[in-house]
């Protein structure tokens, strides 16, 4: 039976959270892309989290070789992918086993039951099929034998081998989404035809099976009602969606750009932090000179050489290559260079869990390395303010002349969000401390009274010839020294020139409360996850919880301290075992601190953070 | 760009004022000697020279020299002057560094250095020892050398840094005896001139830890007859009475006597540096009666600053992205009123 759109029901939301599960070859996270890109067109709000195996192919239908996106779209604010769903798209009986956990009761689950068959039960160890036992009793399943039906739309085109026609199916899905969610397909065929410009035939295919998708869900009797989720209320601007690590990429390039310097990348490939090379070796038209060295610490080496030389240099890994290269970022601290480091943070340690997200390279990036050898440490907290925060990681270097440690993490470099477009003209200008030809009485550690940063003279420039290195240097010369005098002058400088940043950066400011009962602490990643959190108990009525989230952490912003008295409790809470609260727990004695920390390779739930704020106030 | 200097300068204008804290007698001396004498014949300005070195008593070498320099970490330092040379290549970069930093902790950037061909100048300050930690086997130590963390007699078989080098691609080897600074001199020149990376191993005499490690074959006395000196284009030919040549016989390099068994002059082999193929360069580093010494090898290929030049002006050409600005508003936007 044909139901008429205009018959069924539309059931107006705020926000709605899916999530598309498959097995890794399934093409789950371009079918979650898509659905984003065609959201935040609409005009939605938006927050996304891909969750992905480091197993590049796992076995088919393996319990860990499933491949999840998920999407949180809304017509309010959106801070976080969410926590439990609203719809869950699962391809196979391994993506439904493991994220079934997620899915609210009663609400939607549409499977393919074309791949519930024996073999893929066995393998997710099911013991007998979840589509026929009571296992969904609780939800609305909605079966669809989703590769028949593929096969089917695509029965007119003549020579397509298997393979290409069960590829496809995850198209099938998404074109049943777009329907539900009342959106249209017009973008994912725009798409479908840049990306397959030389392979007309998939255009064609993919085009067929979406629109039999989103055909199949308009006839189907057992979809009750339609969503729709109404554009969200965002300042006005120009939008794009924006991943965290492209972010990161284009603050680099307008950094650059703004401050007049040649952009040099020094890098190796590391999960998740290798999507900003691959962004950043596009950009050859720019000037862009992006270099992929033999190793972690040729990629910071080659770097701090490009520093030395006059370019804005910088240098990206994740959490065992910031290992590798703490020796040479000793070297640049000591060198007083301008550079950036920048660690897409993961689960460790050694290897750990390379594609899951965690916060726990904050001491490693405060204190790992020999000496005292203190670095700028700098966090972005969401996909978008990544850019905000690789610019002002670039104009803190170049201006402080010191190593700046950039942190992210694989949440917030892998997830997107709508990024209101920043033109070049509307940033900050970066200055930065070259000195020109035939300065007098010139040596390299004459400083700028103010911020401490030493003069940076590069070769080329006449009359300035210097030595610099990793031996100590004299105070005032700059020639090398082993006085012992001069050694602690020369520490307490290189120190105190970090601290000062403080004049340069904001002080920080808590949101929803000034003062009252408890003040949640987070920095860096889990701003979204907190924000919401604290959000919704203010909306359920416990006005008196505020939340101080931390983007500088070394040097904290000047009001730390006295932000932290206003409140009756803190919790500090940290996708690790706890190492931002001992650091404040060392800088604020007397305070104290209570944490609330989670090690799992995800992101904080709400509904865990609201317990846990509960349990706090009572 | 590196262009002629009207005012010439001499060998002082390259000392600093840095007192060089070498031991008495090392052949150090020599090279840093060779060195500032070469500089003024290069023609290049000394504010376009950086010197950058690593971890060891020749990596001090930048603070003696009044150019632009770097004195880093252990191994590093041709992956920071590879960091240099690709921000500005229009400077003249030099690395300075030793057997242990270039070949035991800095091996993966020396091999990498040499297969990408950009255009800076090695010197290896080869003494087959660890001199700074005061005396350890270092990877160009001999099997069975006593050394102090090889009391009984190394067991770790010898890298031949030319082998190596020529190994990993490298365009330019040439090897030279420490004590004889005008070769060093003029090798130092002819590197610089040539396009791509350049290694100088030079066989340094360590007067405290490793003594006499060559003097069996760079002594004045026997050093004519022993190491053989080779030239482009130029007859393979040797000896105090330069009547000793090379021939290529059994696909091995053979010691003839000219006039003896009818060997001519016209019989030994002509040195090709230029060629492509790595063969006989590689026959001639690993020969050890005579020594071979010289520019081995020195084949002219794309330098990697060209190669990415040239696919900066192509991508150049074709791309839309004029401003930054221009990529951010490029694709997919949407307003929000």
């Known amino acids: ?618 | 760009m590196e262009t002629a200097v009207e005012n010439k300068y001499t060998y002082k204008d390259f000392e600093s004022d840095q007192e060089v804290r070498w031991c008495p007698g090392c052949d150090d001396y020599v090279i840093l000697r060779s060195m500032q004498k070469a500089l003024p014949e290069m023609g290049v300005k000394k504010e376009d020279v950086v010197f950058v070195s690593g971890i060891g008593c020749s990596s001090r070498f930048p603070y003696y020299i009044d150019t632009y320099g770097m004195h880093t970490i252990h191994g590093r330092a041709p992956a920071i002057a590879s960091g240099v040379k690709l921000a500005n290549p229009s400077l003249s970069v030099w690395v300075a560094t030793g057997d242990g930093d270039a070949m035991a902790i800095g091996g993966n950037h020396f091999i990498h250095v040499l297969r990408r061909n950009i255009d800076l100048n090695i010197i290896l300050f080869n003494n087959e020892i660890y001199g700074l930690t005061k005396g350890q086997f270092s990877p160009t130590s001999m099997v069975g050398q006593k050394t102090k963390s090889s009391p009984y007699g190394n067991t770790q078989p010898p890298f031949n840094p030319g082998e190596l080098a020529l190994g990993a691609g490298a365009r330019f080897y040439g090897r030279i005896s420490g004590n004889s600074p005008k070769d060093i001199s003029q090798m130092l020149i002819d590197a610089h001139h040539f396009k791509g990376t350049s290694l100088i191993e030079v066989l340094q005499n360590c007067v405290i830890f490793n003594d006499g490690c060559y003097s069996n074959v760079t002594n004045k006395d026997v050093k004519e007859d022993k190491l053989i000196f080779l030239e482009h284009g130029k007859p393979m030919i040797f000896g105090k009475n330069r009547d000793k040549g090379l021939v290529l016989s059994n696909l091995k390099l053979e010691v003839v006597t000219i006039g003896e068994n009818g060997i001519t002059e016209d019989n030994i082999l002509i040195h090709d540096a230029k060629e492509k193929d790595p063969t006989m360069h590689q026959m001639l580093v690993r020969l050890e009666y005579p020594l071979a010494t010289g520019i081995i090898r020195s084949y002219n290929d794309l330098t990697l600053e060209e190669r990415e030049a040239e696919v900066t002006k192509q991508v150049k050409a074709n791309s839309k992205f004029k401003k930054i600005d221009d990529l951010f508003f490029s694709g997919e936007t949407y307003k929000v009123e």
């Open chain 1, 1 to 618: 039976m044909i139901v008429e759109k205009s018959n069924i029901q539309s059931e107006a939301l705020e926000t709605v959270v899916i999530r598309f599960v498959g097995d890794s070859g399934d093409g789950m996270q371009l079918t979650g892309t898509q659905f984003t890109d065609t959201s935040a067109m609409f005009g939605n709000d938006i927050a996304t989290f891909p969750n992905y195996p480091s197993e590049i192919r796992a076995p088919q239908g393996s319990l860990f070789g499933v491949s999840g996106f998920q999407v949180h779209i809304g017509s309010v604010e959106v801070s976080t992918p969410g926590d439990n769903l609203d719809l869950l798209v699962a391809m196979n009986p391994a993506s439904l086993k493991t994220n079934l956990y997620a899915l609210k009761p009663g609400h939607t689950i549409i499977v393919d039951t074309d791949a519930f068959n024996r073999k893929n039960l066995e393998k997710a160890q099911y013991k007998s099929n979840p589509l026929e036992d009571d296992t969904l009793n609780n939800y609305r399943v909605v079966k669809v034998d989703m590769t028949s039906l593929t096969r089917e739309a695509l029965k007119d085109i003549e020579g397509l081998d298997n393979k290409t026609i069960t590829r496809s199916k995850n198209m099938f899905a998404l074109g049943m989404v777009y329907w539900m969610y009342g959106r249209t397909t017009e973008y994912t065929i725009d798409f479908f035809k840049k990306k397959f410009r030389k392979e007309p035939l998939l255009i064609d295919v993919n085009t067929k099976v979406l629109k039999a998708g989103y055909n199949f869900a308009e006839t189907l009797e057992f979809i009750p009602n339609a969503y729709s989720v109404s554009p969200a209320k965002m300042a006005s601007g120009t939008y794009r969606v924006i991943m965290g690590n492209t972010a990161t990429a284009w603050g680099f390039l307008a950094a650059a750009e703004k401050s007049g310097l040649e952009l040099f990348l020094g890098s190796y490939p590391i999960t998740p932090a290798t999507d900003i090379l691959h962004e950043l070796v596009k950009h050859k038209h720019f000037g862009v000179k992006a270099f992929q060295a033999e190793d972690e610490i040729a990629g910071i080496s080659s770097a701090i050489g490009a520093a030395f030389a006059g370019d804005l240099a910088i240098t990206t890994t994740s959490g065992p290559g910031l290992a590798l290269k703490g020796e040479a970022l000793g070297l640049a601290i000591m060198m007083e260079l301008p550079l950036v480091v920048v660690n897409v943070q993961r689960g460790g340690p050694s290897t750990g869990l390379p594609t899951k997200t965690e916060q726990s390279d904050l001491f490693q990036a405060l204190y790992g390395r020999n000496g005292e050898s203190p670095a700028i440490v700098i966090a972005a907290s969401t996909p978008s303010n990544c850019f905000d925060f690789a610019f002002q990681a670039a104009k803190l270097a170049l201006e402080h002349m010191t190593p700046v440690i950039l942190l992210t993490d694989g949440y917030i470099a892998n997830g997107s969000a709508p990024w209101r477009i920043q033109s070049v003209e509307e940033l900050p200008e970066i200055k930065n401390n070259k000195v020109k030809e035939g300065a007098d009485n010139w040596s390299p550690y004459i400083r700028n009274e103010k911020t401490l940063a030493r003069n940076w003279a590069i070769p080329g420039t006449i009359g300035l010839e210097h030595r610099i290195g990793g031996l100590e240097k004299d105070s005032i010369t700059g020639n090398v020294s082993q006085a012992p005098e001069n050694h602690e002058i020369m520490t307490k400088i290189r120190a105190e020139k970090v601290k000062r940043v403080q004049d340069d950066i904001p002080e920080i400011k808590t949101e929803f409360a000034t003062s009252g009962d408890l003040l949640v602490v987070g920095w860096g990643g889990t701003y979204g996850s907190l924000h919401s959190a604290v959000k919704q108990m203010n909306l359920v009525g416990y006005k008196n919880i505020g939340l101080a989230h931390f983007n500088y952490i070394n040097p904290l912003p000047k009001n730390t301290g006295d932000l932290l008295t206003k409140f009756k409790k803190i919790v500090v809470c940290e996708l690790n075992n706890g190492q931002f609260v001992n650091m404040l727990r060392m800088n604020f004695t007397g305070i104290e601190f209570l944490q609330y920390n989670k090690i799992q390779g995800l992101p904080f739930g709400n509904s865990e953070l609201m317990e846990v704020f509960k349990k706090l106030i009572k």
